[in-house]
């Protein structure tokens, strides 16, 4: 059974950083693509990001230069680093895999970025 579970959301000011954290489990981590997306009040999900198996990393227009995406294969977790945040990033913050398929996703971590 997927299991993801986000961690590390909380309340920031604009400019400040955060950095999320997904821990996986029920599934071999190492060999799928690991994504990022979040959701504001009265929209859709979005992709924020994403990793490759082998590292490779692409971004939403909206954070590229600001957000970066790593993992630890041996620790089967996911990062997202959030730096010079911006009140426009105030999300729900998922992980997201895709395997087989079908779509798994954790409970989501609330980021709160004051003006």
């Known amino acids: 059974q997927v299991q993801l579970v986000e961690s590390g959301g909380g309340l920031v000011q604009a400019g400040g950083s955060l950095r999320l954290s997904c821990a996986a489990s029920?599934?071999?981590?190492?060999?799928?693509?690991m994504g990022w997306y979040r959701q504001a009040p009265g929209n859709q999900r979005e992709l924020v990001g994403a990793i490759t198996v082998a590292g490779s990393t692409n971004y939403a227009d909206t954070v590229k230069g600001r957000f970066t995406i790593s993992r630890d294969n041996a620790k089967n977790t996911v990062y997202l680093q959030m730096n010079n945040l911006k009140p426009e990033d105030t999300a729900v913050y998922y992980c997201?895999?895709?395997?087989?398929?079908?779509?798994?996703w954790g409970q989501g971590t609330q980021v709160t970025v004051s003006s």
């Open positions: 997201h895999v895709l395997r087989d398929g079908s779509n798994s």
């Open positions: 029920g599934f071999i981590f190492s060999i799928n693509t």
